[in-house]
């Protein structure tokens, strides 16, 4: 649906913009819809798995690769401070954005902390990454993957 | 998707939770992986991948098996 599109693009505009989750009334707003529109237009969304509201409620959890809460994967860029869902959707902000940046985070397993550092599109940090559950079911539950 | 110093540290967290060992790849695949996955993401013409372009996706990147296997 082109409203749900423009709704979209909306949204990560302005999540870009301010570096917080924009909420279905301020993204409505900005596109002359109506708050009730807005917010079927959120649950559209989140039922196609475009985004990720928090459970019961039409306020976003996740809009990928940003998170709307704070992580343990913290996305420092030129363009402003993020927080991606994972270490995947970490460097995801930093490939959306087309920037340089750096990724902190720590080692889930030590706390020890790690730094990923992204240079003129080449990557820099020791360190490796660990899906736990199978593609085919990352969707089962998206905040445990 | 969580991060770790080595593989002998995800094994460690793995045996602690007695959770099968999942796919463990390197910072630079995993960079791989993330600018082919978001790099359009801004994009208005964006769309959800479907099963069949995702699998594409990591079968691009040498990310095979059951354990990548969508459908």
């Known amino acids: 649906m082109e409203r749900d599109a423009a709704v979209r693009v909306e949204l990560?505009?302005?999540f870009v913009g301010?570096?917080?989750?924009?909420?279905?009334?301020?993204?409505g707003e900005a596109l002359g819809l109506g708050e009730d529109e807005a917010a079927e237009s959120f649950r559209r969304l989140a039922d196609a798995h475009t985004i990720v509201l928090k459970p019961g409620t039409l306020e976003l959890w996740m809009a990928a690769p940003f998170s709307a809460v704070e992580t343990r994967y913290r996305v420092e860029t030129p363009l402003g401070s993020f927080y991606g869902n994972c270490a995947w959707d970490s460097l995801g902000v930093l490939a959306m954005l087309d920037t340089d940046g750096v990724?902190?985070?720590?080692?889930?397993d030590c706390g020890q902390e790690l730094e990923l550092r992204v240079?003129?599109?080449r990557i820099?940090?020791?360190g490796v990454v660990h899906f736990l559950v199978?593609?085919?079911?990352w969707w089962d539950d998206i905040g445990y993957t | 998707m969580l991060a770790f110093r080595s593989e002998a540290h995800v094994e460690g967290w793995c045996r602690q939770r007695s959770v099968a060992k999942g796919?463990?790849?390197s910072f630079d695949q995993l960079w791989d992986l993330a600018r082919t996955w978001y790099s359009d993401r801004l994009s208005?013409?964006?769309?959800?991948?479907?099963?069949a372009e995702a699998q594409r996706v990591f079968d691009g990147l040498g990310l095979s098996g059951p354990f990548w296997r969508l459908q």
């Open chain 2, 44 to 51: 208005p013409r964006w769309t959800r991948a479907t099963a």
């Open chain 1, 134 to 137: 199978p593609a085919a079911h």
């Open chain 1, 124 to 126: 820099a940090g020791d």
């Open chain 1, 119 to 121: 240079d003129g599109s």
């Open chain 1, 18 to 27: 301010s570096g917080r989750a924009p909420t279905h009334a301020e993204v």
């Open chain 1, 103 to 108: 990724v902190s985070t720590t080692c889930d």
């Open chain 2, 23 to 25: 796919a463990v790849f």
């Open chain 1, 12 to 14: 990560y505009r302005q």
